[in-house]
């Protein structure tokens, strides 16, 4: 069975229930969530043995994420413990032409101060396979980029491909430092994914101009980003979701993935929204399966956006769904008839 | 007032709240329901009287779903307390492509076990006007098809309508057995409810390939197969729902109905999905209603289709709305609008 | 900072968890609601000062009302307590065909059987902008009645702009009795509100025939409705929302505006709905923001609008939204892309 | 099978999840429930035939409360249809030192102005073999008291045993017209439960002082106020409950009958309090359960005080508590062991 | 009216439903509490003007904490808006052996890193009587140890009475630097709150040795310590609660005040806790209520120990009660019969 | 660190909210437990390696009981998949007087019909120090016995110690099946945990009477029985829980061990409860943690007894307590303080 290993933050989610607004809600749903730690639950949803880095709290908050890991079979023996706090954000979850709010509360987390020391790299990639990281580990802080950079070439020295999800975020770093940070991280990195708007604001790549909101698709500009973004970085693979926002409720989902020679565009899917914090990861999580036990590109491409399709109707920031369940998908039946 | 007995089986039903999925669910919905106890809920809603006739063990669980019965105003005082257990089903609703989702815990339940001892069908259907039942409820042993069988005869030396929902489940029984054991029934059958895939499994009737996961519907085939089953068994109607699923969150729907001469078609409704289980059960006993009470063809067929349009709005397995509000929607409001 | 002043009924609103019906349901979400506090907690939110004025019985749940008020910042000092009730509404909230259901118990209300000696109007509208209120409140009882016209008087000796929602409810009065009565207060009023059905059933104002239940929308018969208002009340606008009910799940909305002698239209949202009522009343307040602040008219029709589609993804009567989420959707993003 | 009847107002009780106070609370828990409508639902529990009559709105909140009584067995067919309102109250669950507090909301309710040409007592009375009501009812308004006049000559020409539960409620009528309208009740029952509050101010009967809010219970005051009565009104047998009031949490609670020649004195039991409202109401089916099922005297009063010792563990009005779970205590095992 | 304005930080407060732990939990209640809060809402609760001082992140979890103090009409006008975080607590209660746990989140809070010119503390103590705060406060930061000192300051130019609880937080500060800060508070302070561990570990003042976690109690000792404070700080009275913890459930309550002159021990209540969180702020209000109200001193203590009796009761850190409820319990009603 | 393997039945749970009965229950809490994977999960929270073992079906009812118990860290690599359906328990959980009652629905469960190949004792044992089985396990299905002595055989002959907890079950075999099928594997166990009902019921082994549901406590028996089954047995060890049951909300717990020599009598606790279920499984972890770890007996004995109290006030059937909780209660502290 292949390792997959990832580092990054867990969170405690707090969301408000159905459709209230915060300044009415009187109770919190509790998740845990992360961008790397999403994707661990997926792989190992689907069979995959996998590990999560990251450290927590010695408390039962930080006890509680290691729980909501390990609950779905997730490796978290690596998991440090110390530090002050867990990181939390707060959701409130949009309909219509109202969108969904993330209010972040993740400053002094265990994780953005934790010390190289707490991890020994050796040892957490014995067997592993695959590494994914996402842009919002580096950008936690400075020691945080320094954990991921060592943590890049402790994989590359090992033989362990390297993914990214680029996910830049603004409210973590500008573009400046984001762009200076991850260009010398992409140089372990063989496998990209990330939309027009993060290749523009992390390295300043740009295409045609497109009006995100608008949900308009220009599948020429993604494939030239994509193209640039190669010949920059010398990834293997570049991908991106092609996300439609008609509505809060409502969106077009697809990706595009390009190998440097060639362009694949997946089936698009109009997804009726229940959750869809997790989109991303869940393809990036599909996207590696894909690509780790070997699909044929196309394959892979269409497991990922099948994968994270589903993901957009489960609340919560993982993707728990089977391989199975992706396959049928992917084999056609989108028609939502009982499985009895 | 005119009195409708059913025969079946009535599940205690575990579902998880909103769309979470089984493996994150901490807890589960109550409701109590099953084909043919659905069908009784719904015509005493309407103002009929009806029984229904089953066996539950002697405790607290089976008293609650007698209860979840008397509460809508059915004569439950011929159901037989006795036998091991109620069965049990499991529920995660869908939406968008990730379709719902049913676990079976049926088996050794007191209705599957029970004895025709337990039952004084003479008493059952004194004053009675109409009989129905489902395939499923010969099918859950042999005991419980022999009990159908006597119910049938009964039924019908008391000059007792007799309709049938063919409702095949391939968990319960092989289309082999199924169609011989069902054969056994049906000359004591007047109206018969069953689409194409039920036809074929349980009949071997065929009609033309529709691929019914995609949606489209073949009304000339649907016909065909109720000419077919009408020369076969001599019912006096043949009727079938036509379910359209684009997803699990919206479904076309109509149905047809055949007399022999002639092929009714409905409205069709595009129904946003609530609850979509029960609402085949919500057809038949909107056309037993419309039948029962002499209404003109089309318009029990208009009556049957409303009113199960509107089920899929409702949770759990039971129909519960009033004739008028059927009314209402047969005469063309389906605006939503407010009812102050 | 503007201030507004309304009066009207507030009520405990009893209503159903999720799609729950009536029948069903074993537990009820408290919310407190009626048009005028909805209006003042509109515009508390958007940063006015506003004051409600009622009465509630002098216990817990009246002063449930009074702190719901208060939480979102409403003036609730000229409250008077006493009387025997507060009124009651249960909701039911639709999907797809089925309507939502709305049961009132609002006869003997405090503010029903309130006397003229409970307000003292001078205090109350003392440094006050704008006073608004709904066909409501004068059809709850006669003293209701006298009450709002005392109101309205008031207002206008001391230079306060008055604005009317008409809001016909047919359990509360007949035709007759609210075109006498609302007839008197309109000399009063510089804003009147109120769609075709209104016009008809208060003024006998009749527009071309449309059939609103079927969801198209005819704006020159809307035009002409408020022309004639224009000329029989002098108001300075007239304005109405049109809705369009594709379903109790969906509909489209829009409103239109006229000044005397221009008519505006506004954008159209097509809304997945969440909680659709108070609807009208989050349009009332966004037109009266707009107004009290002097935005150009037709900013102002689409301040009242964006506002009030975001109303409808909101569960409860109050339009929880705050000015700049308005602006962004009258901006144009409606994409209802997570804010992080 | 003996058959009971009951007249009698059914409200809708809303109360407050867990201990939170009614300014604090979000959402409702839904009972239905009222003195004669618990004994019903006791006694049908107990395997009686029990028989509800009152009248309720025409509505689905009226439906909803007989729906309530369905449920657990109780015949509606006699409950008239058509007024207003159904009565509400709400509740707030104390502990410790805070009491419970009630606040009534149920004036001009369908049963309060219910016609006497809404009941056929002969029809009601048919097989009947008790009749029960509490003060509470003729108290509701001067039609319902001329109501229950009817319905006790009604039973008394046709044979029926008559029991009443005084209950006095202050907020209902005074002490005086209490008196007179209760007295002109009292020639037609045979069994009157009460408590010295009850007997003082219904019929002015004054036992030695007892500061019962300290919780001391004075057996020989009772005893005379049993004695009094008997003497001015010709019962066969009074009873009260002996409620010692240590804390909201914690009572004791015993009871004591007195059959014009001796009295008994039940067991005490000290109970911890999940909801003592319709505590009264148990101990009232109790002991019409003993007396009518022609238990010994001492049995019956057992009997009636276990019952409604376990009344108090039970959420809502009803006791939902079966025969042989009321004879395990009476038995002696009080010590809460699982029951596997 | 009196006026009362308190300085201090809220938290958001995120407790597991039930009893559960941490660790088991899917959703937190959310409330918005902290000492200087929750004095204020009790004194608004009992009819006095209060103002709450504090800082809060300008979105929509901070103005979730302003809503909560709204509610229940405490003045928000002062509280500023800006900084990175609100301070967060998570609670499980404890039962029976099993002791409630606090874990804060609350380092950077906004109003840890609050500047002195966010306040001006003319206008805040403009007409008011009373400045209270706890010992939490100056220990926040050193920012907000300043803070405190400057409000102290001008509360006495201005002739304000200044209360303190002492309340010592080991998590917050170590003994040495609470003893000189709060040191150099004292000199403005009128009334002082602390229990006997609060004054050893703030001020080295030693009591004769008592368990407090064996509950006994020993009265002089905490009279010792009261006269030694008034001695050294100059206090007009010094006041502490002597609760019994006999276990998470149960607790004995009662209070001592000593002028400097004479020691006033209260009533001792035994309470069944619901929630004992603020416990402390509901004696430190209720005893700022009897002074400001100039009750007699004994009255004032056990107004003061009463209400905190109650607050034991209620869910969330604030206590809503109204002052007859107090007064009902203070003239010895404790039996928790139910309020009709 | 220790490594314990269990063998047993994992239940769904399905119980009640609050006090509610099962007939007026609408959710169930969902939760899984059984006695050796309670004891599993007990141990891992105390930090030692455990590994249970068991069968259970394909779907995602099965693998949610499996997710339960990786959540909190138990090795769940040999759990089987395969079989009909996970036995399921329902629980109404009782107050005061009325008892907690327990339906069980766990015939044909996939461990109950499990066969000797779906396990490989050589690999589970592998490195385990410690083997602990119920007698509910073997009482199962005679396939379920003859599994459990072939694991027993194992475990001996790898040198793994193992325990016993007899915990007859009457509802799944008789006195006679469970002597002579017990006897058989008593010669493999070390350490028996069982009460006088256990052993009588059992092996007929005989102590002075005591009534338990008295809630009496005779120590004398209690050591004479242990006596007894170490002659008969050969056990190191015999210890017995002490439950008092005043009631379902109040009990004595306590507990006793005899080594063959000496009798060890621990602390008492009065246990408020909050959630019974699970107490004596609590009580074994504890003491096979004590026994492992090499405490001193009377240590061990303490530990088991502060952490099966602890239990009591946990829900769930998990003991949901971390080791220095349990320690911090033998050392005295159960004043239940709130940890901040």
């Not at 009415?24 to 996998?50: I, M, P």
Request: aromatic residues 10%; proline residues 2%.
């Amino acid at each position: 069975m292949k390792k997959v290993v990832t580092l990054g933050e867990i969170m405690l989610r707090l969301s408000t229930p159905g459709y209230e607004r915060f300044v009415q809600s009187d109770s919190f749903d509790v998740n845990y969530g992360g961008g790397e730690a999403n994707v661990c639950v997926s792989l190992s949803n689907y069979g995959l043995d996998t590990r999560f880095v990251t450290k927590v709290p010695q408390h039962e908050i930080g006890q509680s994420a290691v729980n909501a890991l390990r609950r779905f079979g997730v490796d978290t023996s690596y998991i440090a413990r110390g530090g002050d706090r867990l990181g939390i954000y707060f959701l409130e979850t949009g309909a219509s032409q109202r969108a969904s709010k993330v209010i972040y509360d993740r400053a002094h987390s265990a994780i953005a101060e934790a010390d190289l020391s707490d991890f020994n790299w050796k040892e957490i990639f014995d067997g592993a396979d695959w590494f994914h990281f996402t842009g919002i580990t580096p950008a936690l802080s400075d020691k945080a980029a320094e954990l991921t950079l060592e943590a890049c070439k402790a994989a590359k020295e090992m033989g362990v491909t390297v993914s990214v999800d680029l996910n830049y975020r603004k409210k973590l770093w500008t573009p400046e430092r984001a762009g200076e940070v991850m260009a010398g991280l992409m140089k372990y990195v063989d496998v990209c994914i990330g939309n027009e708007e993060d290749a523009e604001k992390v390295f300043g790549v740009h295409a045609d101009d497109t009006d995100i909101t608008k949900g308009e698709i220009n599948h020429a500009a993604y494939e030239n980003v994509a193209k640039q973004l190669i010949e920059r970085f010398g990834f293997k693979y570049v991908a991106s979701t092609l996300r439609e926002s008609y509505s809060a409720s409502d969106n077009g989902w697809s990706a595009l993935l390009y190998d440097g020679e060639k362009s694949y565009l997946s089936k698009k899917y109009d997804v009726r929204i229940v959750d869809r914090v997790g989109g991303g990861d869940s393809f990036a999580s599909g996207l590696i399966y894909g690509l780790v036990t070997e699909m044929p590109t196309q394959d892979a491409l269409e497991f990922a956006v099948a994968a994270s399709a589903l993901k957009h109707t489960i609340p919560g920031d993982f993707n728990l769904v089977a391989k199975d369940e992706v396959e049928i998908l992917t084999q056609g039946d989108g028609s939502g008839r009982v499985q009895r």
